[in-house]
């Protein structure tokens, strides 16, 4: 184990590394990245809308070729398995940018497609894509009219029964798909060599998944034949509403719900609704995509989105361990740009469900004001709570207050809705990816309970919300001591969110909730001293808590919940410190080339580039202070 002196030099290292990285405007952000697909699909829009920025291109095709895996494919994270619909989607985008079938990236590529049972075989999203373009018939996708926007909300599928994200990417697709929108491809490039032809045999794209999922595939091909009841007034009627929908909410140059599919969707719904090109909302959501891009020297790529409230309310975090002093002024201009992003009385779907809520909320992005977030808003505002600042106390309790308000029937919190749990939804054909609401999940809950236990200590008023709360992380444990982590990599996510948010509470430190997950923790512990789980956890659960090497960020995580289970002494705490000791780099930060959560498990992972700046850091100085302190 490595001195004081080196730990302390090391926290100081990585303490002016990160305020060095704080915009002046108070905020940190950093790069969001994702799989491929995003990246394609960017250059994709340009083909559609024959906008062809070959500068742009040809970098955007740099990043694809070289995130090629050995055998041809394109996974959704790092060293994962190929996935046939982010291969498809880089295929098509790379054979737009110039590249050839006949060159070997590309015939590895077109390989790994045709064995994986060609291009009829990718997901809802990407047929559709390729239904826009002109390489498959519409009836090769689900039948989503835009006269859904019609249905009541009683009916077993309404919009506002699914996520956030699922409703601000479908409603603008409603009208891409029902007027059937076409690519003006330019190029005229097709990729017809990725399917496989059967001979007389009409494609079968709905492979069936259970009963319940025959039967919606039984209302889709009802659904297209009962079609032509639908009157031209209707149907004029259900685009209206649908754009105005979208119009609401295009959250001007940060975009419809803040995510690139929905802006991109709406863009395209703009333009194939007649409005020109010079229209003001069509220009501002143009800007909003572009705000989206990384371009270097070399190569480009695309952001799925923005995270500035995120990365600025764990960076505080992290600094409120180091040291308080020193980091005063800088943790004051960070907290008063988040006071300014806090919000009040402004619109949201989350109204839907609370309607009388008084709002207090933060989103995830710089502006989303539709679409504030649980997770967030307890970070930001637990952050608050213990900033050692003035002029704190109303931002925590109007964020507290709308927390509450928050919680699910069953004491949970979901991220974005209440109670979001209409699991036959992900049964229909469009729903193929499983990722169509948003239910409640204990990391999200953990954060709640942390807030909730800091502030509920002079306002009785939170205690109910609380304790039901408490309830439900402690039914949410999994047999083996671990907590599943739906917005972080994994188990080890989960078990961090649960364990620090535990120690806040009255939970005695010998409860089974902490001796089960500290004996986990210290189980999937690696021969480094470090730890690391790959997103094959979310695949196959007996991958939890594994990966082929350790990672800054999780042995981080690891070891601030073992710590805050009150075993900072252990053999464990002190080999993953000395692990994040020897891998921090001269410039006081930590390198972490792997995907760190989900974006939906299972369907889209993210690459937060922040986590291995301020997760490491908190995790050293938390050490240090519990070494200090005895």
Request: aromatic share 12%; hydrophobic share 40%; glycine share 6%.
């Amino acid at each position: 184990m490595s001195n004081i002196h080196s730990l302390d030099s090391a926290i100081k290292n990585a303490q002016d590394r990160l305020l060095s990285l704080q915009h002046k405007d108070g905020y940190w952000v950093f790069e969001l990245e994702a799989d491929c697909t995003i990246p394609a699909e960017y250059i994709m829009m340009m083909h559609y809308l024959d906008d062809i920025d070959k500068g742009l291109q040809a970098k955007i095709a740099v990043y694809l070729r070289a995130h090629q895996s050995a055998d041809g494919s394109y996974p959704l994270f790092s060293g994962g398995e190929g996935d046939i619909s982010c291969s498809i989607k880089v295929y098509y985008a790379l054979k737009m940018a110039g590249d050839q079938p006949e060159q070997p990236h590309m015939a590895c590529l077109r390989e790994y497609i045709l064995s994986q049972g060609g291009a009829a075989k990718a997901n809802v999203f990407t047929r559709i894509a390729l239904a826009i373009f002109e390489q498959l018939p519409w009836r090769g996708v689900p039948f989503i009219p835009v006269e859904i926007m019609l249905l009541p909300a009683w009916f077993p599928f309404h919009i506002d029964k699914v996520s956030y994200w699922s409703r601000t990417v479908m409603i603008p697709l409603f009208i891409l798909c029902s007027l059937q929108a076409k690519a003006k491809n330019p190029l005229n490039i097709d990729i017809l060599e990725l399917f496989i032809v059967h001979p007389g045999k009409e494609m079968h794209y709905f492979p069936e998944r259970g009963v319940l999922n025959k039967f919606f595939l039984f209302l889709d091909a009802l659904g297209r034949k009962s079609r032509i009841l639908v009157t031209r007034k209707m149907h004029q009627t259900a685009v209206a509403r649908a754009q105005n929908w979208f119009t609401e909410r295009l959250n001007g140059e940060d975009g419809l719900g803040g995510i690139f599919p929905a802006m991109v969707n709406a863009y395209q719904a703009m333009l194939l609704l007649g409005m020109p090109a010079d229209n003001e909302h069509v220009v501002t959501a143009r800007k909003a995509i572009d705000k989206l891009l990384v371009i270097r020297e070399d190569e480009a790529y695309c952001q799925p989105c923005l995270s500035p409230v995120w990365d600025t309310g764990l960076a505080l975090l992290a600094l409120q361990e180091t040291d308080l002093a020193a980091t005063e002024g800088s943790r004051k201009r960070a907290y008063d740009w988040l006071k300014t992003k806090q919000l009040s009385d402004e619109p949201g779907d989350w109204r839907i469900q609370r309607p009388n809520l008084e709002g207090g909320g933060w989103a995830f992005q710089f502006e989303n004001p539709h679409y504030p977030d649980v997770d967030d808003t307890a970070v930001v505002a637990y952050g608050m709570a213990t900033a050692d600042l003035p002029d704190m106390d109303e931002s925590i309790h109007r964020a507290t207050r709308w927390i509450v308000g928050m919680q699910a029937a069953n004491g949970g919190y979901g991220a974005f809705d209440v109670d979001n749990t209409y699991y036959y939804l992900n049964e229909i054909p469009f729903a193929d990816h499983g990722a169509l609401l948003d239910p409640p999940t204990a990391d999200v809950s953990a954060r709640c309970v942390m807030l909730m236990a800091k502030v509920a200590q002079d306002h009785d008023e939170y205690l109910p919300a609380y304790n039901r709360c408490l309830d439900y992380i402690r039914n949410e444990q999994e047999e083996d001591g671990s907590w599943f982590g739906r917005w972080g990599t994994n188990y080890i996510y989960g078990t961090w969110s649960v364990l620090i948010a535990l120690e806040h509470t009255e939970i005695p430190k010998n409860d089974p909730m902490y001796s089960k997950a500290v004996t986990w923790l210290k189980s999937v512990q690696h021969d480094d001293g470090g730890w690391g789980e790959g997103n094959q956890s979310y695949h196959d659960r007996s991958t939890s808590g594994q990966y082929h090497t350790s990672t800054a960020f999780q042995t981080a995580w690891a070891t601030l919940a073992l710590m805050a289970a009150g075993e900072h002494k252990c053999k464990e705490v002190q080999a993953g410190i000395a692990y994040l000791l020897k891998s921090q780099q001269q410039d006081g930060l930590w390198a972490d080339n792997c995907h760190t959560s989900p974006g939906f498990p299972r369907v889209f992972y993210l690459k937060y580039h922040g986590y291995d700046k301020f997760f490491p850091l908190w995790a050293l100085a938390r050490y240090r202070n519990e070494k200090n302190s005895k």
